[in-house]
């Protein structure tokens, strides 16, 4: 289904075969973690995991074609796919959909997306038309700091 393999970004994962919409690709968990790192998951507010394997190599987009999973009491990080996905594609994730600032990656985005946003960001610069758009693929710690903010205000 998936291979590891060198890209243009480094290590990256890329389908060896269709993945149609919806398909759960990947799945994992891993230990906590004391901060964010490079190849961590934020799953909660001051929760962050690794997930050993090929979760972990999954390459940053503005436009990516996978969605990451993540929900309170559940110990799994799921990717899906957000659209078919042919051979020899890479596997691309939005960081934003769960973490909620990027600390690591301060350089210029390199996606090549038409709707790259300049840079990597967290949740916190995240437009809220691509909010809508990846529901319900934002993790469920940050939905509901979303919805706090937005009773406040």
């Known amino acids: 289904m998936i291979e590891i393999?060198?890209?243009?970004?480094?290590?990256?994962?890329?389908?060896?075969r269709?993945?149609?919409k919806g398909e759960i690709i990947l799945r994992g968990w891993g230990p906590r973690v004391p901060?964010?790192?490079?190849h961590s998951f934020q799953v909660d507010h001051d929760t962050h995991i690794l997930v050993p394997g090929p979760i972990e190599l999954i390459n940053h987009s503005c436009e990516p074609n996978c969605g990451v999973w993540i929900r309170r009491g559940v110990e799994a990080v799921e990717?899906?796919?957000?659209?078919?996905?042919?051979?020899?594609?890479?596997?691309?994730?939005?960081y934003a959909t769960f973490e909620y600032e990027i600390r690591f990656l301060d350089g210029p985005c390199q996606c090549g997306s038409p709707h790259c946003r300049g840079r990597i960001t967290g949740y916190w610069d995240l437009p809220v038309e691509r909010r809508a758009a990846y529901d319900p693929y934002i993790a469920e710690f940050l939905q509901e700091l979303d919805a706090v903010v937005h009773e406040a205000g």
Not at 8 to 13: A, E, S
Not at 35 to 38: Q, V
């Open 5 to 16: 393999r060198d890209g243009r970004l480094g290590k990256g994962v890329y389908a060896t």
């Open 18 to 20: 269709p993945l149609e």
């Open 79 to 94: 990717i899906h796919a957000l659209r078919r996905i042919e051979p020899g594609e890479e596997l691309a994730t939005d």
């Open 35 to 38: 901060g964010r790192t490079r």
